[in-house]
C-alpha cells in the first residue's frame, strides 16, 4: 500500500484538518461499532440483563484502556514533533520505544485488568441478575486487551506522520469482522455475553496484526525495526512526560465513571440498560468533534516542530468552528430522532424511555464540548499535556464526584444525576479556555502576527 503521510506545515489549514479528520471520523465510527454491535446483539437477542452488562463494563475497561491510550497519545505527539522536523533518527528511536512500551503495557493491562474485575463491579454495586454476565464479558476482553493496544499505538503512529487512512482501512476489516461474529456467535452458536466478548477480542486481535505489518513493511523513518528494538531514554521521557498526564488523567476519568455508573445502577437494570444505549447515540454524536481534536494535535505538533507558531495558533481556531458547526448539526439531528435510534438497539419500552430521558437533558449541552476537546489537543501538540490534565480531572473527577454526592444528599433524583456530565463540560471549557490563551501558543502566534504586520 502506497505511502499518505502529510506535511501539514504548509498549504491550506482547513483543508488538511478536513483530509485528516475526515478518515479519523469514520475510523472513530467504525470503532464505535465495536460496542455498539455488541449491544444490539445482546439487547435484540438475549436480553436486558446481558444488555446492561455489556453496556455497564464501559466504565471498567476504559480504565485500563484510557491509561495506554494516554501514553499513545504522547508518543504521537513526540513522533508528529520530530517527523516536523525531519528528525528521522529522532524518529525511529521514538517509534521503536513506542513499539517495546506497548509490549509491556499489554502485559501489565492484562494482569491488572484481570485483578480489578471482582472489586469494581461490587464496587459499581452491580445487580445480582447482571453480575455473573458483566463478570464473563470483562474477563474475556481483558485476556485479549493486548489487540486494541497494539492498535491505538500502531495506528498513532501512522496519524503522527499524517497517515489516517491505513489506520481507517484496517479498522473497517475489523468492524465488519466483529459484526459477523457476534451474529455468528450469538445466533448461530447460541453463545451469550461470552460470544460476543470473543467476537470483540478477535477482531481487535486482526486489526492490531494488520497494523503492526503495515508498521514493519515501512521503509521510512517511521516504520518497525524489529531487530533494532529498545527503549530509548529521550525517547520515553518525552513519551512519559506528555502521555503519562494524558494517561492519569484518561484512567481517573473513566475510573470516576464507576461512581457514576454505580449511581446509574441505583435506578436498576432497565435504566442500566437505557443508559447503555444512550451512550452508544452519544459515542456517535461526538465523533466528529474527537476526529477534528485528533487532528489539531497532529496539525499543532507539526507546526510547532516546524517552529510555525501562527500557522498552529490559526489552525486551533479553525478547528474549533469545525467542531461547532458538526456538533451543532449532529446535536439536532439526535435530540430529533432519539426514540427511533434508541428503539434500534432495543425492543423494550422502559428500556428506551430512559434512554430518551439521558438524551432529552444531555442534548443540548453538546456544544461546550467542542471548546474542552480543540484546546486540550492543540495544547498537547506543542507538548503542554499537565495543564489539560489537571484542568480534565478537576472538572470531570473532581467536580463531578462532589455535583453527584450532593444531588443524592438532597435527593434531586435521576435529572440531577444526569447532567452531573454537562455540568462538568461547561466547568472543564471554561477553564481550559483560560489556560489556551494564556499559553505560548496563543502568545507566540499573537506575536507572528504584529511582528509581520509591522
Given at each position: 500500500?502506497?505511502?499518505?503521510?502529510?506535511?501539514?506545515?504548509?498549504?491550506?489549514?482547513?483543508?488538511?484538518?478536513?483530509?485528516?479528520?475526515?478518515?479519523?471520523?469514520?475510523?472513530?465510527?467504525?470503532?464505535?461499532?465495536?460496542?455498539?454491535?455488541?449491544?444490539?446483539?445482546?439487547?435484540?437477542?438475549?436480553?436486558?440483563?446481558?444488555?446492561?452488562?455489556?453496556?455497564?463494563?464501559?466504565?471498567?475497561?476504559?480504565?485500563?484502556?484510557?491509561?495506554?491510550?494516554?501514553?499513545?497519545?504522547?508518543?504521537?505527539?513526540?513522533?508528529?514533533?520530530?517527523?516536523?522536523?525531519?528528525?528521522?533518527?529522532?524518529?525511529?528511536?521514538?517509534?521503536?520505544?513506542?513499539?517495546?512500551?506497548?509490549?509491556?503495557?499489554?502485559?501489565?493491562?492484562?494482569?491488572?485488568?484481570?485483578?480489578?474485575?471482582?472489586?469494581?463491579?461490587?464496587?459499581?454495586?452491580?445487580?445480582?441478575?447482571?453480575?455473573?454476565?458483566?463478570?464473563?464479558?470483562?474477563?474475556?476482553?481483558?485476556?485479549?486487551?493486548?489487540?486494541?493496544?497494539?492498535?491505538?499505538?500502531?495506528?498513532?503512529?501512522?496519524?503522527?506522520?499524517?497517515?489516517?487512512?491505513?489506520?481507517?482501512?484496517?479498522?473497517?476489516?475489523?468492524?465488519?469482522?466483529?459484526?459477523?461474529?457476534?451474529?455468528?456467535?450469538?445466533?448461530?452458536?447460541?453463545?451469550?455475553?461470552?460470544?460476543?466478548?470473543?467476537?470483540?477480542?478477535?477482531?481487535?486481535?486482526?486489526?492490531?496484526?494488520?497494523?503492526?505489518?503495515?508498521?514493519?513493511?515501512e521503509e521510512s523513518a517511521y516504520g518497525i525495526r524489529w531487530k533494532e528494538m529498545s527503549i530509548d531514554r529521550q525517547a520515553l521521557k518525552g513519551i512519559l512526560t506528555i502521555g503519562l498526564p494524558s494517561s492519569i488523567q484518561s484512567a481517573v476519568t473513566a475510573f470516576s465513571n464507576v461512581f457514576v455508573q454505580s449511581y446509574i445502577n441505583y435506578f436498576g437494570d432497565?435504566?442500566?440498560?437505557?443508559?447503555?444505549?444512550?451512550?452508544?447515540?452519544?459515542?456517535?454524536?461526538?465523533?466528529?468533534?474527537?476526529?477534528?481534536?485528533?487532528?489539531?494535535?497532529?496539525?499543532?505538533?507539526?507546526?510547532?516542530?516546524?517552529?510555525?507558531?501562527?500557522?498552529?495558533?490559526?489552525?486551533?481556531?479553525?478547528?474549533?468552528?469545525?467542531?461547532?458547526?458538526?456538533?451543532?448539526?449532529?446535536?439536532?439531528?439526535?435530540?430529533?430522532?432519539?426514540?427511533?435510534?434508541?428503539?434500534?438497539?432495543?425492543?423494550?419500552?422502559?428500556?428506551?424511555?430512559?434512554?430518551?430521558?439521558?438524551?432529552?437533558?444531555?442534548?443540548?449541552?453538546?456544544?461546550?464540548?467542542?471548546?474542552?476537546?480543540?484546546?486540550?489537543?492543540?495544547?498537547?501538540?506543542?507538548?503542554?499535556?499537565?495543564?489539560?490534565?489537571?484542568?480534565?480531572?478537576?472538572?470531570?473527577?473532581?467536580?463531578?464526584?462532589?455535583?453527584?454526592?450532593?444531588?443524592?444528599?438532597?435527593?434531586?433524583?435521576?435529572?440531577?444525576?444526569?447532567?452531573?456530565?454537562?455540568?462538568?463540560?461547561?466547568?472543564?471549557?471554561?477553564?481550559?479556555?483560560?489556560?489556551?490563551?494564556?499559553?505560548?501558543?496563543?502568545?507566540?502566534?499573537?506575536?507572528?502576527?504584529?511582528?509581520?504586520?509591522?
Amino acid at each position: 500500500m502506497a505511502r499518505t503521510d502529510s506535511d501539514m506545515t504548509q498549504g491550506a489549514i482547513w483543508r488538511h484538518l478536513l483530509q485528516f479528520s475526515l478518515p479519523m471520523a469514520v475510523g472513530l465510527l467504525f470503532q464505535q461499532l465495536y460496542n455498539t454491535v455488541d449491544t444490539v446483539v445482546v439487547g435484540q437477542f438475549v436480553g436486558k440483563e446481558a444488555q446492561a452488562a455489556v453496556g455497564s463494563t464501559g466504565a471498567i475497561i476504559n480504565t485500563i484502556v484510557g491509561f495506554c491510550a494516554g501514553l499513545a497519545t504522547g508518543a504521537s505527539v513526540i513522533i508528529s514533533q520530530r517527523y516536523g522536523a525531519h528528525d528521522h533518527k529522532g524518529l525511529s528511536k521514538a517509534v521503536n520505544t513506542t513499539i517495546t512500551l506497548t509490549f509491556l503495557m499489554s502485559v501489565l493491562a492484562t494482569v491488572v485488568g484481570q485483578l480489578i474485575i471482582d472489586p469494581m463491579l461490587r464496587f459499581m454495586q452491580t445487580p445480582d441478575n447482571v453480575m455473573d454476565e458483566a463478570h464473563a464479558y470483562l474477563s474475556i476482553y481483558f485476556y485479549g486487551v493486548s489487540g486494541v493496544l497494539f492498535y491505538n499505538m500502531g495506528s498513532g503512529i501512522l496519524r503522527a506522520v499524517g497517515d489516517s487512512r491505513r489506520p481507517l482501512i484496517f479498522l473497517i476489516i475489523s468492524a465488519l469482522l466483529n459484526t459477523v461474529l457476534d451474529l455468528a456467535f450469538v445466533l448461530g452458536l447460541g453463545m451469550k455475553v461470552d460470544g460476543v466478548a470473543y467476537a470483540t477480542i478477535l477482531s481487535q486481535i486482526i486489526s492490531a496484526l494488520l497494523i503492526l505489518y503495515t508498521l514493519t513493511r515501512e521503509e521510512s523513518a517511521y516504520g518497525i525495526r524489529w531487530k533494532e528494538m529498545s527503549i530509548d531514554r529521550q525517547a520515553l521521557k518525552g513519551i512519559l512526560t506528555i502521555g503519562l498526564p494524558s494517561s492519569i488523567q484518561s484512567a481517573v476519568t473513566a475510573f470516576s465513571n464507576v461512581f457514576v455508573q454505580s449511581y446509574i445502577n441505583y435506578f436498576g437494570d432497565a435504566c442500566m440498560a437505557g443508559y447503555g444505549i444512550y451512550n452508544k447515540v452519544d459515542a456517535f454524536a461526538l465523533v466528529p468533534v474527537q476526529a477534528i481534536a485528533m487532528s489539531s494535535t497532529t496539525f499543532v505538533g507539526q507546526n510547532w516542530g516546524a517552529r510555525q507558531k501562527q500557522r498552529a495558533r490559526d489552525g486551533v481556531r479553525t478547528a474549533v468552528w469545525m467542531s461547532l458547526i458538526s456538533t451543532a448539526v449532529l446535536g439536532v439531528m439526535v435530540y430529533v430522532l432519539a426514540r427511533p435510534l434508541l428503539g434500534f438497539f432495543s425492543p423494550e419500552e422502559e428500556v428506551v424511555a430512559y434512554g430518551e430521558r439521558f438524551i432529552r437533558i444531555v442534548t443540548p449541552f453538546y456544544i461546550t464540548i467542542c471548546f474542552n476537546q480543540i484546546y486540550a489537543g492543540a495544547l498537547r501538540g506543542i507538548g503542554d499535556a499537565t495543564a489539560p490534565t489537571v484542568i480534565m480531572l478537576c472538572s470531570f473527577v473532581v467536580f463531578r464526584q462532589i455535583y453527584l454526592a450532593v444531588t443524592r444528599l438532597l435527593g434531586l433524583g435521576f435529572v440531577a444525576v444526569a447532567l452531573a456530565y454537562p455540568m462538568g463540560w461547561i466547568m472543564c471549557s471554561t477553564l481550559l479556555f483560560i489556560r489556551y490563551r494564556g499559553s505560548a501558543l496563543f502568545r507566540l502566534g499573537m506575536a507572528e502576527t504584529k511582528s509581520v504586520s509591522e
